[in-house]
């Protein structure tokens, strides 16, 4: 097996613990009923899925989003019921994705989110001590401003030309197993955690063995 040199992490299932059902739980008090249907844990659909697309700014989602629960929405309720998505951001894992640059490999945020996610997460209130989610990484990819998500090939090829990686160079990171299979199937070495799993020290296993 070919040395790795990048490490490709997801978001949502991966660094950051999400909680699907609070999520769902909060758009369901903003009044959208069928809350369940439309939120998918791994690749959204119908407005949500335009969200993550860029399809959507944040304004129109929140109006299209009021309109099918049926009274007037601010950016700040939309804001909330996207943040029941966020469960736990264990500090283990940023430490260990620093110690991982510091060992020399390339580290990168390939990730599903939306404006509001991001809002968070590029914002200091990220980990707490003042530091946004780039600063854990050399790189970082986000669906809504580049137009596409994953399992969508292009979004994989996209990251490996502007990183200019080979995919048997490159371990892929995500809880969602068509992902996985997408990035396999690319010739990217792979590696599906269970969502909030400790991957800390498993994926040394995967960096040093001879074979997956």
């Given at each position: 097996m070919d040395k790795i040199k990048n490490i490709v992490f997801d978001f949502g299932g991966v660094v950051?613990?999400?909680?699907?059902?609070?999520?769902?739980?909060?758009?369901k008090a903003l009044g959208l009923k069928d809350a369940e249907e439309r939120l998918n844990p791994y690749t959204q659909g119908g407005i949500f899925g335009d969200l993550e697309l860029?399809?959507?700014?944040a304004e129109e989602f929140?109006?299209?989003?009021?309109?099918?629960?049926?009274?007037?929405?601010?950016?700040?309720?939309?804001?909330?019921?996207?943040?029941?998505?966020?469960?736990?951001?264990?500090?283990?894992?940023?430490?260990?994705?620093l110690r991982l640059r510091e060992e020399g490999y390339k580290v990168i945020l390939l990730s599903n989110t939306n404006p509001f996610m991001w809002h968070w997460a590029d914002s200091p209130e990220f980990d707490g001590?003042?530091?946004?989610?780039?600063?854990?990484?050399?790189?970082?990819?986000v669906s809504y401003k580049l137009g596409v998500m994953k399992p969508d090939?292009?979004?994989f090829w996209h990251m490996l030309m502007h990183e200019?990686?080979?995919?048997?160079?490159?371990?892929?990171?995500d809880d969602g197993p068509r992902n996985v299979a997408a990035a396999s199937q690319l010739g990217i070495n792979t590696y599906c955690p269970q969502n909030g799993e400790d991957w800390t020290e498993k994926i040394d296993q995967y960096l040093h063995?001879?074979?997956?």
């Open positions: 950051l613990t999400i909680d699907h059902g609070e999520a769902v739980r909060r758009f860029g399809l959507l700014s929140t109006e299209r989003l009021g309109e099918l629960c049926g009274r007037r929405l601010t950016f700040d309720d939309s804001f909330y019921a996207w943040m029941g998505y966020r469960k736990e951001l264990p500090e283990k894992k940023l430490q260990k994705l001590k003042g530091h946004p989610v780039g600063y854990y990484f050399d790189s970082v990819y090939p292009t979004y200019q990686a080979l995919p048997f160079e490159t371990l892929f990171i063995s001879e074979s997956y």
